[in-house]
């Protein structure tokens, strides 16, 4: 059955068993992955999913049920579960069918020069990708993972209050890790690219990017024990904010679970800190013109010059804190109930250079890995104490390569030390990214 028609279908069953409003959230998704080793095709991957969740308001209570198969047994079982769900249901917050925001960005859909991409040419990609690793330095002996993808999905959202938007997006995505080896020591470096442009992948750049920081490593020794200025390389500083991205959700501020609940209009980071939630960013992969409820999304400072102006919210804890939406309900997928979560989170950067501001640090660490996150990381207190690794800087210059040491702090406190945001915006395989960031003090143990 066609989606139109099941939709359609769907509605007609849901009024007729005494459904009041009610919805269908559609997603669809295919991913090409190809794995190299060796030069050879270690693993090979083509899938396709699509999933259809209906919700609806039954005696007062919101139902819930999904499938994964468009036909006539589907449309009963869909209504019937969600009302026996409705019946038994215990939440007492509100739930919303949302009918439509005024306007909607205009957004580009899925790139079709990705779509274009034939799977032979993705597996040449993969190849020479490897095999430019390996060309660089003999210290190089092997790559560790080789891997080139293709991403492309459909959301749809459509009620019984008049909203029917659909968004389309796809992404081109490399990652290679690999193992450096001279006498004894062993070290790794690894490179990722996630992007909406076929034009950025540099299969040369990328190999080299991961090659160095693989032989300098192996150099590698750990500083003595002690406090030290940090910069937090781009992808270090973005895993540790996604690390601690639930913190600005209004659903864990009122379950408690957020030491930033009430504290809206209060200074928690220091005035260099100017934290955004964008989901029209061009470049990042979580950009769409609505979010999981169909509420139109928007461009928001979270955190402005060190200001909380505001958490991020859905229909249902916008409504029980007595405030606006902010368009970030979020669901893990299309069975998955409605949760908050950022667009594309990311600190703010400045004209400075990562250069400059290890320069103008003088004498610290430059941190360009954290390690051990979902095990060293508290995501309640903001407690951190990871393994880590990255450079000593002497005199405003990059030296040693260092390695074996924990950095060791809080989050919410780290908030309002940062000195200063670099240039260098980068954003990974998620929806969270960072430039680079200077912070006056981490605690570090080492040797």
Not at 350 to 379: F, K, P, R, V, W
């Amino acid at each position: 059955m066609q989606l139109n028609e099941f939709i359609d279908r769907l509605f007609e069953r849901a009024q007729a068993a005494g459904f009041s409003d009610y919805e269908a959230y559609y997603s669809d998704g295919d991913e090409f992955e190809v794995t190299v080793f060796q030069g050879e095709i270690a693993g090979y991957t083509v899938s396709s999913s699509m999933g259809l969740n209906f919700r609806g308001m039954f005696q007062g209570n919101m139902g819930y049920a999904s499938t994964q198969v468009l036909d006539e047994q589907a449309l009963d079982m869909l209504v019937e579960s969600a009302r026996q769900n409705a019946l038994i249901i215990e939440d007492t917050d509100q739930q919303f069918i949302f009918p439509g925001s005024e306007r909607y960005p205009d957004l580009p859909g899925a790139n079709p020069r990705i779509a274009e991409i034939s799977e032979q040419q993705k597996i040449e990609w993969a190849l020479e990708l490897e095999k430019a690793a390996l060309s660089l330095d003999e210290r190089v002996k092997q790559v560790q993972s080789c891997v080139l993808a293709t991403v492309s999905g459909t959301v749809r959202i459509k009620n019984s209050k008049g909203l029917d938007v659909s968004h389309s997006s796809n992404a081109l995505e490399a990652y290679i890790s690999v193992v450096a080896r001279q006498g004894d020591k062993v070290s790794t470096g690894s490179d990722l690219l996630a992007t909406h442009e076929v034009e950025d992948l540099n299969i040369r750049e990328m190999a080299n990017r991961a090659v160095k920081e693989a032989v300098e490593a192996l150099s590698a020794r750990p500083v003595a024990s002690g406090e030290y200025k940090v910069i937090l390389k781009n992808d270090a500083a973005a895993d540790l904010l996604g690390t601690f991205s639930g913190i600005f959700s209004a659903e864990s501020a009122q379950k408690g679970l957020s030491l930033l609940k009430g504290r809206e209009g209060q200074q928690i980071a220091s005035p260099n800190v100017t934290l955004m939630d964008n989901p029209h960013h061009p470049t990042a992969l979580g950009s769409a013109p609505f979010d999981d409820e169909g509420v139109a999304t928007t461009v928001k400072a979270v955190i402005d010059k060190g200001v909380l102006t505001t958490l991020l919210h859905n229909l249902k804890t916008a409504n029980k804190q007595g405030v606006q939406t902010t368009g970030n309900a979020a669901k893990g997928s299309y069975a998955a109930p409605v949760g908050v979560a950022p667009g594309n989170f990311y600190f703010e950067p400045s004209q400075t250079s990562l250069d400059e501001l290890i320069a103008e640090m003088g004498n610290g660490l430059l941190i360009t890995d954290l390690q051990g996150l979902h095990a060293g990381a508290n995501g309640i207190s903001g407690d951190f104490s990871l393994g880590a690794k990255g450079y000593l800087v002497e005199g405003g210059k990059i030296g040693r390569a260092v390695d074996q040491i924990t950095v060791a702090g809080n989050f919410y406190q780290m908030l309002n030390v940062i000195e200063k945001v670099a240039s260098d915006l980068k954003f990974g395989f998620g929806r969270v990214g960072s430039p680079s960031i200077r912070v006056s003090g981490l605690s570090v143990a080492g040797q």
